[in-house]
């Protein structure tokens, strides 16, 4: 009987697919990681002076990009659902308890159900607390709370309590902030913030049946964002397959199995600038090689 020849090719009898949840690029859907419209305790007034806008703060458990924003109203004026389109949204390091550095701005893009959406990028670059303006031409009436609320937010994400204004300025641009309140009051703003969607991402093994014992199998991870990769065999770090750098690509990871039985493989995968996600395992079959012929 002729045999089947093995080397370290990876003719694929089967191919399995394990998920990785990762940071997907600006084009993907967007995901709410703040949610701060559960509850409407009344309507806060704004005047038309974009730099004396009023700002509310909130804390992020790590680095991000802000994608989009949700606001409620309880009123809008004097254009009706219209006057959305003069507002802008900014964002804002913190400095002591008010507002510090401008980190950049969001822009009006819909409006439906006393609801205006607001797009764009905004990097918040660490762990911390920031705070959101809203900056207007056209005084608007908006939702404020008088308790924390974040029922539907990701874990680390909150508001806080405290809104201050724009003491001085002109245009767009505020020389200083003064707090609302001495101490500043429980006041804040009904709003939700959005981050980069999660996609799902696919890693492949060429022999997952009949991987046979001493030859080389390979891995294959596939994600549509940058960051860095390991692959595990069984728990442990693949030799020669720890953080490898994946750019809008594939990366590979060529495995040899030492051990017959079931090896449970999994990757981490760590996104730029992202917190670490980790696949969902596949069981992979490895058989010593007198068993294929």
């Not at 007034?45 to 509310?56: K, T």
């Not at 606001?71 to 003069?86: F, I, K, R």
Request: aromatic share 10%; hydrophobic share 35%; with cysteine.
């Amino acid at each position: 009987m002729k045999r089947k020849r093995w080397g370290s090719s990876t003719a694929s009898l089967a191919i399995a697919c394990l998920l990785i949840n990762s940071i997907a690029p600006a084009n993907a859907a967007d995901q709410i990681a703040l949610n701060n419209e559960n509850v409407c305790t009344g309507a806060w007034g704004s005047s038309n002076l974009q730099w004396q806008g009023p700002a509310s703060r909130f804390t992020i458990p790590g680095a991000t990009t802000i994608t989009k924003a949700t606001l409620s109203y309880a009123l809008l004026s004097p254009n009706g659902s219209s006057s959305y389109t003069s507002q802008t949204i900014v964002f804002w390091t913190n400095s002591g308890s008010l507002p510090g550095t401008k980190l950049g701005t969001l822009s009006p893009v819909s409006y439906s159900g006393l609801q205006a959406t607001f797009t764009g990028s905004v990097a918040l670059a660490s762990a911390g607390t920031y705070w959101m303006q809203i900056q207007n031409t056209n005084g608007s009436q908006f939702c404020y709370q008088n308790t924390v609320n974040n029922t539907g937010s990701s874990a680390g994400w909150s508001t806080q309590v405290g809104i201050a204004y724009g003491s001085s300025g002109s245009g767009t641009t505020p020389t200083a902030f003064t707090a609302f309140g001495t101490p500043q009051s429980a006041y804040q703003f009904v709003y939700s913030l959005y981050t980069p969607g999660i996609e799902t991402v696919s890693a492949t093994a060429a022999e997952y049946l009949k991987a046979p014992k001493g030859v080389v199998d390979t891995l294959t991870a596939t994600t549509s964002t940058s960051g860095r990769l390991t692959f595990f065999a069984n728990g442990k770090k693949i030799a020669n397959c720890i953080n490898l750098a994946v750019a809008s690509t594939s990366r590979t990871c060529l495995w040899r199995p030492t051990v017959t039985g079931s090896a449970r493989i999994f990757v981490n995968f760590t996104p730029a600038g992202g917190s670490m996600v980790t696949s969902t395992p596949i069981l992979v079959k490895v058989i010593n090689r007198s068993n294929l012929r």
